[in-house]
């Protein structure tokens, strides 16, 4: 049996798909761990990322002839987030035109939520996973291998006899430890500069907390069919350095972007253990996490900053009072400023990241938010994307809309295809992908307080410049390879940018 996974293009034209509005280049962990499952059980399996392949100049064409030539038995596509829609849905109906006998099927967060629209409007897709694919994936391999029905499979809406069958919940794997590690070595085209990077997945299950606006938190999670998993599992300190080793044989900057900051015990536990593996820690070039600010500790972020973490994503959101509590954030601003002190002082640059749009936000809350990441900037915080805030179908500001002032603008999975369909702008104009409009506030009004707080950030220039320029040498000590050079020549990147960041 022959398998081929597919990272799709957010759409099939090469130029505008290289236009896009939001990075498409990372492929998402579960695929990619869903190769690593079918490889360790013997199965011929490779991933192929499209948009790399298109920035390489290998067009539609070229791609489509690839495929056929191989000509899978099976094959799954990715469809991890909004702007990969038409993407994936496109490809799936070319790649059907010219392999009509293969079994076609989709996983991903994004077609979770919408899956019975898609199977129901797309008929030339086989099926979809729900949530978690491994063991699922498997059992789709080898029902095709052995010529059986689909139908009883866990976790699926599958296609037969032109009718839809929903299977249920997906078997899991309950011991996240027992899930191979996965290689970059399935992935084609090779991971190149500036792209090397990769994503580790340390945990699964809910995120502790019960930000509304959030996928992830405890409740969401588990009404939306991401996964029969209650509660948070993370993998051990010996499971990550065997991700890692695999991982920094083909790149050299890792992320991590996942709830394990709900696990600062274990958190702590991987950053010790990284600092025992002095090869692998030199290896990496790059690493960055995501983190809430206040979970954790100075001690913590000193061990984090000798394993190698050298920059921190800040999800801060907003710097009203009021906005932090109707979002369910579980901490204050006081929280905020010592997690960049903290994070500065100890070698590691504090990404700042910041939302209009908010439900009941007002012009006195936006400026509470400028006056407060004003204070974020002096910490040595670094203000790197401002977003609009989005909503979709499960969130509670979704499905309680009007509960909380907001009217959504898209009910159906082709509304949600503007994110695919839209292409940068330097000037962040992206007003038709707004997901909503308040009380009396329009999707231009959102858009204009988005770039308006892009404005007074790009203000603080000289500002962000001072004070990034008196952590240098402390950055530089954690961190040798970040010497003052390409130190500012990143800020500066960054303050160029911002102005075109949007999601």
């Known amino acids: ?218 409740k969401t999670y588990i009404s939306s069919n991401l996964s029969p998993r209650k509660t948070l599992s993370a993998h051990s300190p010996e499971w990550i350095i065997a991700q890692l080793e695999y991982l920094l044989r083909d790149v050299s900057k890792i992320a991590i972007q996942d709830y394990i900051y709900c696990k600062p015990k274990i958190l702590l536990q991987y950053a010790v253990e990284i600092q025992k593996h002095p090869i692998l820690r030199d290896k990496i070039q790059h690493f960055n996490l995501a983190v809430l600010p206040g979970s954790l500790s100075r001690g913590t972020l000193r061990e984090l900053s000798l394993a190698g973490v050298d920059s921190i994503d800040f999800g801060i959101e907003t710097g009203s009072d009021k906005l932090l509590a109707i979002l369910n954030r579980p901490y204050t601003k006081e929280d905020v400023l010592k997690s960049i002190t903290d994070s500065c002082e100890n070698g590691i640059r504090p990404l700042t990241y910041w939302m209009v749009g908010l439900p009941n936000e007002t012009p006195d809350d936006l400026q509470e938010t400028k006056n407060f990441l004003l204070k974020t900037i002096e910490r040595g915080g670094i203000p790197r994307w401002v977003t609009p805030l989005c909503i979709f179908p499960s969130l509670e500001l979704y499905e309680k809309a009007s509960e909380h002032g907001l009217i959504p603008r898209f009910r159906t999975f082709e509304e949600y295809m503007i994110f695919s369909e839209t292409t940068f702008s330097s000037r962040g104009a992206y007003q038709d992908t707004i997901t909503h409009e308040m009380n009396g506030v329009s999707k231009e009004e959102i858009m204009a307080r988005a770039n308006d707080l892009k404005s007074f950030i790009i203000q603080q220039s000289d500002l962000i410049l001072q004070v990034q320029g008196q952590y ?26 911002i102005k075109g960041t949007f999601f």
């Open 1 to 218: 049996m022959d398998i081929l996974l597919i990272h799709p293009p957010p759409m099939l034209d090469p130029k505008k798909a290289n236009s896009s509005f939001m990075s498409s280049l990372l492929i998402g962990y579960g695929m990619m761990s869903v190769g690593a499952y079918l490889k360790k059980e013997g199965y011929d399996v490779e991933c192929w990322n499209i948009p790399a392949f298109y920035m390489m100049g290998i067009s539609l064409k070229n791609v489509l002839d690839m495929i056929q030539g191989r000509s899978p038995d099976v094959i799954g596509i990715e469809l991890n987030w909004l702007h990969f829609s038409r993407g994936a849905i496109d490809i799936c109906r070319e790649i059907k035109k010219i392999l009509p006998e293969v079994k076609i099927f989709l996983g991903g967060v994004h077609q979770t939520l919408f899956i019975t629209q898609i199977l129901n409007r797309n008929k030339f897709i086989d099926g979809a996973c729900l949530g978690e694919a491994e063991k699922t994936f498997l059992s789709i391999v080898q029902s095709v291998e052995r010529k059986k029905s689909l139908r009883d499979i866990k976790g699926l809406l599958v296609r037969e006899d032109r009718r839809l069958f929903n299977t249920g919940p997906p078997e899991i794997v309950e011991n996240i430890d027992d899930l191979p590690p996965y290689t970059l070595r399935l992935v084609k085209p090779t991971p190149r500069a500036p792209f090397d990077m990769a994503a580790i997945n340390t945990c699964r299950g809910p995120c502790h907390f019960s930000c509304k606006h959030c996928i992830g938190n405890k």
């Open 472 to 497: 240098q040498e402390i950055y530089g000590k954690f961190h040798p390879r970040l010497t003052a050079n390409p130190l500012d020549i990143w800020n500066k990147k960054v303050l160029r940018s």
